[in-house]
């Protein structure tokens, strides 16, 4: 039997394009992470760039001018905001870790009461099945407790290193007045680097995912800064209503990182907690949190159809698939990286997936 050494060739050229897209992706979000400070000031400058074009359209101001009084706006709320979040994540972190034990021992208190509240009696269940089932209630919680105690001293451990976060938030608020004033001189040089068959090649396609992707993640980002302001202000106004809402802004903070999480969503989080402290005989917050989650979903349902353009057109399977293999290279990050970067080969490879992927590449053409 001859082989088809032309077949093959390009088989093995399709494979490699495929696995240095990849690769290529990877690394690209390894350099934006390490690079995170001029990430954060690209992002911002997307968000107020229709600002920026409002104020140069209608009042005549040029690019330097607009720029530079949208960036002391900006830069009043980011510093105030900065400053209220850091003292107060201080302050409800430092509450939260001394008061860990306590709160998991009450809910360990409560699953036991649950478990010996039933009349196993009645399903011939042994006794040493409920005593296993008991331990493994409590392991677990345990290990829950470990891995807040870790989560909340990281917490902490970034929250103080104070000239950390100086460098980074300088850097980032002076790339973002660069990138504002001088974003024509910062694409003509880019232009002018880059050699012209890349430019002519790679010009569109890089337009188009940029065009893609930035409105899916500006929509998302929308979306899930919604959810968490009204969630914020829905847990103060509990607190000031004197409700047992002892860490609004860690609350909400946490509620906000899993509604960001493709698949789940915030009542993943606000339900059981309407359960436990329901059960723990706080029926006015439980019912008050459900509440809350309604209002939550009606404002997500109200705005996503007004923010979100399409569907990005990817089954729940897989984004789960890439959030789990994002968790596993990456860690906890690799959860948001792992559909993104799923976004993005769907855009680069559309054809070769409508087609079908292993036809695509082994087909004979």
Same mark, same amino acid.
């Given at each position: 039997? /001859? ?84 003292? @107060?994540?201080? @302050? ?71 000239? @950390? ?109 309407? /359960?436990?402290?329901a059960c723990d005989g706080d029926i006015t917050l439980g019912v008050s949190l459900i509440i809350l989650l309604i209002i ?14 399409g569907q990005i057109g990817i089954h729940p399977i897989f984004t789960l698939i890439a959030m789990y293999t994002g968790f ?38």
């Amino acid at each position: 039997m /001859i082989m088809d050494m032309h077949y093959w060739s390009k088989v093995f050229k399709k494979i490699l394009i495929l696995l240095l897209s990849i690769i290529g992706i990877y690394l690209a979000f390894k350099l934006a992470i390490f690079y995170m400070p001029f990430l954060i000031a690209f992002i911002l400058s997307l968000l107020i760039e229709p600002i920026i074009r409002f104020l140069m359209k209608h009042f005549k101001f040029t690019r330097k001018a607009s720029s530079i009084l949208v960036f002391v706006v900006a830069l009043g709320i980011i510093i105030g905001l900065l400053a209220w979040g850091i003292v @107060t994540l201080i @302050t409800e972190s430092s509450n939260l870790l001394e008061g860990l034990n306590g709160y998991f021992s009450k809910i360990s208190i409560q699953f036991q009461n649950l478990v010996s509240g039933f009349d196993m009696s009645k399903f011939a269940i042994p006794q040493e099945f409920l005593q296993v089932l008991q331990n493994a209630g409590n392991d677990l919680l345990a290990t829950v407790s470990e891995w807040a105690k870790d989560a909340l001293n990281g917490l902490l451990n970034v929250i103080t290193s104070i000239p @950390t976060i100086a460098i980074y938030t300088a850097v980032s608020i002076i790339a973002l007045y660069f990138i504002c004033t001088d974003k024509i001189y910062m694409l003509d040089q880019v232009e002018h680097h880059l050699p012209e068959i890349w430019v002519k090649r790679l010009g569109k396609h890089v337009r188009e995912i940029i065009h893609s992707l930035g409105c899916f993640l500006k929509a998302e980002a929308i979306l899930v800064l919604a959810s968490f302001i009204v969630c914020l202000i829905g847990l103060y106004i509990f607190q000031f209503m004197g409700m047992a809402v002892e860490y609004p802004l860690l609350a909400a903070l946490g509620i906000g990182f899993v509604d960001a999480l493709p698949i789940f969503g915030s009542a993943t989080v606000m339900i059981p907690w309407a /359960i436990i402290v329901a059960c723990d005989g706080d029926i006015t917050l439980g019912v008050s949190l459900i509440i809350l989650l309604i209002i939550m979903g009606m404002v997500r349902q109200f705005m996503e159809p007004r923010v979100v353009s399409g569907q990005i057109g990817i089954h729940p399977i897989f984004t789960l698939i890439a959030m789990y293999t994002g968790f596993r290279l990456i860690g906890v990050i690799g959860m948001f990286i792992g559909p993104i970067i799923l976004i993005i080969l769907k855009n680069v490879y559309g054809t070769l997936i409508d087609k079908g992927v292993m036809k695509a590449i082994f087909d004979r053409e």
